[in-house]
């Protein structure tokens, strides 16, 4: 049974196994869900507590329950976290499909993923990311999900405003959570950027494609590190059209310059050919993940954490090995606006 920082078990109301779940609301849900949680933050409201961490990006909010009715005076208190810190985190926190998804639309309009295969069972815009495998062998998630640095859907047209990460079951090894999750800023990486380069990428615009991280990892043999998911089908390659984005994007609410270029999903350069576009892409991205500019989100069961996919990339880390160390999370990602 997992167990929150205090080592009392949890039990995840939605419970996962090594076949497809099954979402059990249990009689009048609805009704259920709407009592007693208005109350609970309403408690809550002179509480909420905001904690940076030591790095450049990141934030822990204290004293409010997700699960429950928020406040407007509430969320505004957290977007405007979000937008000082890039990522903020809140521990302990239990919920469900239907309560995550009511909190992600909080942010906006629910982006539904195109691997609609690894998806929450009568929730088409709740991705599963998991090690754990069926009986038959194949995954019930996203085993290896962004593996290497990205902001989420780069690839479309209006990228994701945020992403809303819930962990159901984290892998340990000797009572050490496994799998951390890094951030960085890309505010900061553009400050940092020199004045020659900020004047030589004001004009960039750059291609960004979902296919593009299948045809260097995910569509390998898996002698060669890939061959951990199912290939994209024909219908998800139309649906999973290139876009392009300025490489020096303005945040919608802040109106910081940000650098939005990533080694996940960005695929080139619109004029330059291959062989400078890689050579570019690699300079900016090596710019992007400086050492000591990294938050590493050491997991815990019940953490629900949210980024800004514009202000910020992330890489997820793996070490942990199925079915030895069971990984189990679920994400939500609120749609965004045309970059410029």
Request: proline share 6%.
């Amino acid at each position: 049974m997992p167990t929150n920082s205090t080592g009392t078990e949890v039990t995840p109301r939605f419970v996962s196994s090594a076949s497809d779940e099954k979402f059990l609301p249990g009689d009048n849900f609805m009704d259920t869900l709407a009592r007693d949680r208005t109350r609970a933050n309403d408690e809550a409201t002179m509480k909420m507590e905001i904690r940076p961490t030591d790095a450049p990006a990141g934030a822990e909010i204290c004293g409010i329950r997700l699960s429950g009715d928020i406040s407007a005076d509430q969320f505004a208190a957290i977007e405007r976290a979000l937008h000082q810190y890039g990522v903020v985190f809140f521990r302990n926190q239990d919920l469900n499909p239907v309560e995550h998804l009511r909190f992600t639309r909080l942010f906006g309009e629910l982006e539904t993923p195109v691997l609609e295969q690894y998806t929450v069972p009568g929730h088409r815009a709740l991705i599963i990311l998991s090690n754990v495998l069926k009986e038959d062998g194949r995954p019930v998630g996203l085993v290896d999900a962004g593996q290497f640095w990205h902001s989420d859907s780069t690839y479309r047209p209006e990228p994701a405003r945020c992403s809303v990460l819930h962990a159901i079951e984290i892998p340990t090894e000797d009572g050490r959570p496994l799998g951390d999750t890094l951030f960085v800023r890309t505010d900061t990486a553009y400050d940092r950027l020199s004045d020659a380069m900020k004047a030589r990428l004001k004009d960039m615009r750059a291609i960004h494609s979902f296919a593009h991280p299948y045809r260097k990892v995910y569509e390998r043999a898996p002698e060669e590190g890939g061959g951990k998911r199912d290939k994209l089908t024909e219908e998800q390659r139309k649906a999973a059209l290139d876009a392009i984005h300025p490489v020096i994007r303005t945040h919608p609410v802040t109106g910081r310059k940000c650098l939005y270029v990533n080694e996940g999903l960005t695929a080139g350069f619109v004029g330059m050919d291959e062989t400078d576009s890689e050579a570019l892409l690699r300079a900016l991205c090596a710019h992007c993940t400086p050492k000591d500019e990294i938050y590493h989100h050491k997991w815990q069961v019940g953490d629900v954490i949210i980024w800004d996919n514009c202000m910020t990339q992330h890489h997820a880390t793996g070490g942990y090995h199925w079915p030895r160390q069971r990984r189990y999370l679920h994400r939500a990602t609120a749609k965004g606006s045309v970059p410029f």
